[in-house]
């Protein structure tokens, strides 16, 4: 089969490579945000691996998440080796 | 020039939810207020909004009742497009979820949560002009989500009308409007101890109060 990229129908396809989906926004699905304790973060990038919505990103030092995206599903907590990512209520922040 | 499509004597009730652990507990609400309505000889329809998506978890979902003296001219209109009553299942959805969209001047906005009226209005940016009232009522204290599949797509609920914490948010739903006898409500509901502790602790706040400490 051989269909140019650009005429592949919008559903549930997003042209690659791309980074961004502004018709699939999900930060607002979220009801828990994960939280980054630095200090315990050593780069491993499993939770970068493991997160379905590819809200973790790649930073020299530490982690850190798109919230635009980001579905609250807890993922990343439960994978990290170290215990450096928790879950706190999207509503104890103003942002 | 008069409009045909004007029901004077319809109320429009919408629920919002998150999608899988909340959908029973949103149709919950809806169905146990209309239920009651009719036992009072109203006009009455329930169902769920599929345009949501509502087999993800977490994707905000909505459940819609109407309620009429009359018998309802706009029955195959598939969304509520200007509610007089916005219900949550879950407090966070004040935030990036456009929950107050079309609501009619007087409109009660009903919240299952542990916080503050004052806290949750700072979050909602849009509709406020024609909000009345915020109702706040800790549902989940009372009674728990029910997360079953059973009842979607119509199909019959085995596990029962208002069983879980949507009695508790109905409960608050009455309290503010009473858009029902709350003895219709206790009629309908299974949690009826949960109804009646919701009913009694919901805290209804004066938007008009919030707009000026604000
Ligand atoms: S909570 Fe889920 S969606 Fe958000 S960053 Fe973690 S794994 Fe990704
Ligand atoms: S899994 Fe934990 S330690 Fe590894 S990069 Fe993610 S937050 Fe850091």
Redo the contacts between chains.
Sequence with gaps: MSVPVKEVPFAGTVPSPKTENEGMITGNWRTRRPVLDADKCTNCLICWISCPDSSVNQNADVVSFNLKYCKGCGICNEVCPVGAISLAPELDFED | MTNLFEEPGLKQITVWA??VYENKEARDVVVAVTEAAALEGKFVQAWENYVDLPD?????VRAYGKISDQEIESKYVYENETPDIVALT???L????DILAGIKPGAVLVINTK?PAE??F??IKKGTENLASIVTVDANSLAKSIITLSGAEGATDASGIGKGMGAALAAAIVKATGIVQFESLLKIVENKNAAKKAFEKAQVVDVKTLVNAG
């Design positions: 998150r999608g993800r978890i977490y994707v905000p879950e407090e966070t004040v935030k990036g979820v916080r806290y949750l700072k979050f």
